[in-house]
């Protein structure tokens, strides 16, 4: 793997290569990453892991054609031949009006925000392994738990570097680092598992193993003897774990491309208050040490802290360079960018900030309810915005979370669901999307 500055160097003479080969504009991106994984069951090492690897890719442009191509070989002669294959595929590329880089007024020229994504740490494969069995033995010691389908610590580090034919190179490092364990409680037919992780880009901040072991096996516990839940309509909360997929539902419908496609349920709501006046759903790539902070995006283009929804109403669309210009609008930096293809779009880190209820006060006034803590499925309409998914979790009884209840559907719509949300304040940073509990009306539950 590459120094980020030698990363920086190998994208630029491949821009270069490019120019001189006929292109009329071009990208390189470089991705370089290490790796270690250990994974132990029943307190013994089960496998460890060890991964490197890098690899560099070319787009080019011949007028409104284009073409991408990649290599993990970055030989002088390997990347001769990816710049003389990208050429002769472009030549035969259809033309796109929409293709190109990204406008140069839209660049990071200054320094760019300091997310602090690296903490330089390399743990060795022992220290992880005593993480894991340290998160595994703490589980195994919760009354209840019968097996454990193991437990996993990894570290990694990573190195992107980005060049433009307009002038553009940068180029950074992250380091990530995670933990998670899986049990499973009962025996014979009443058996069930749950799980627990967490991911930070500092060492330092991973979660103390012993309470992430703990958290799996009550989880998996509280679940055991599942109940009966009658069919109905009702208040359903979705627990932190899951209630993000909502907002991951929303951002796929924001995005540029499904707007041009005309293939999201927000196309025409655009002035519309979607949620309650309440809500604010704020985006910030420059959170330090966030999961998926970064200070420029996949094409170059400056990131920068918006709110996504405020005030309830939409903001307005995440776009790329391509999706920009078939709508007239301005890249907004949220190119997302694999090595062998050309931009998506994707959004950073995202918070649905907390509300001012308690949870339990949100539970409070509910008669008979459901607490949602896992969902089965990918029953959503991207068009209609229709919801339909599996789900797991618990009834809510006169204001109390009660027994546990699997095997049931939830169902609505996404536009009346967003209106219905109310959130609670126990809003916590652990995942790229994180909201806190949430609660919305009038939703179908199918049970027994």
């Known amino acids: 793997m590459l120094s980020v500055s030698e990363a920086e160097a190998r994208a630029a003479s491949l821009i270069d290569a490019a120019r001189k080969a006929g292109a009329d504009a071009a ?3 470089y991705a370089g990453d290490a790796s270690t994984v250990v994974h132990v069951r029943l307190g013994e090492l089960d496998d460890v892991q060890r991964s490197e690897g890098e690899e560099i890719g070319l787009r080019f442009f011949v007028g409104s054609r284009s073409a ?13 031949a990816l710049v003389q294959r990208a050429a002769a595929m472009a030549g035969e590329a259809p033309e796109d009006p929409y293709a190109g880089l990204a406008p140069e007024s839209r660049l990071l020229r200054d ?13 060795a494969p022992a220290e992880l392994k005593a993480r894991a069995l340290a998160m595994e033995e703490a589980a195994r010691a919760v009354p209840g738990i019968t097996n454990s389908e193991g437990a996993g610590a990894s570290s990694g580090r990573t190195v992107i570097a980005l060049a433009t034919s307009h002038g553009f190179c940068r180029g950074y490092m992250t380091s990530g680092y995670s ?49 009966k839940l009658p069919s109905g309509t009702m208040p359903v909360l979705f627990d932190m774990r899951v209630g993000n997929s909502l907002i991951g539902h929303l951002v ?8 041009a496609r005309k293939t999201s349920f927000l196309l025409g709501r655009e002035d519309e208050l979607l949620f309650p006046e309440t809500v604010t759903i704020r985006e910030d790539p420059h959170k330090r040490r966030g999961l998926r902070s970064k200070p420029f995006d996949g094409e170059g283009v400056a990131t920068s802290p918006r709110d996504l929804i405020a005030g309830g109403r939409l903001t307005g669309w995440l776009t790329d360079s391509a999706s920009a210009r078939q709508l007239g609008l301005e890249p907004t930096g ?20 907390p509300g001012t209820m308690s949870k339990q006060e949100l539970i409070g006034d509910i008669k008979r309810g459901l607490y949602v803590t896992a969902l089965i499925g990918q029953g959503v309409n991207p068009v209609t915005g229709d919801y339909s998914r599996g789900a797991s ?17 939830i169902a609505g719509n996404l536009i009346e669901m967003f209106r219905e949300l109310r959130a609670a304040d126990d809003l916590e940073q652990r995942q790229s999307v994180n909201v806190p509990t949430l609660r919305i009306e009038g939703m179908t539950v199918a049970g027994a």
């Open 27 to 29: 990208d390189v991106v």
């Open 68 to 80: 991408s191509v990649s290599s993990s070989d970055l030989s002088q002669e390997a990347l001769s």
């Open 111 to 123: 320094g760019g925000a300091d997310v602090d994504g690296d903490d330089g740490r390399d743990p």
């Open 179 to 227: 933990g998670s364990v899986s049990v499973i409680a009962g025996t014979g037919s009443d058996m069930q598992r749950d799980y627990a992780g967490h991911a930070a880009r500092h060492y330092e901040d991973l979660e103390d193993p012993e309470t992430l072991g703990r958290l799996a096996s009550t989880r998996a516990v509280a679940s055991l003897s599942p109940a």
């Open 252 to 259: 796929a419908a924001i995005t540029g491309s499904a707007v």
């Open 334 to 353: 949220h190119a997302s960018r694999s090595v062998g293809g050309p931009p998506s779009i994707a959004p950073t880190n995202v918070d649905l900030l």
């Open 393 to 409: 979790g618990f009834i809510i009884e006169n204001g109390e979370i009660a027994a546990p209840v699997a095997e049931i559907t």
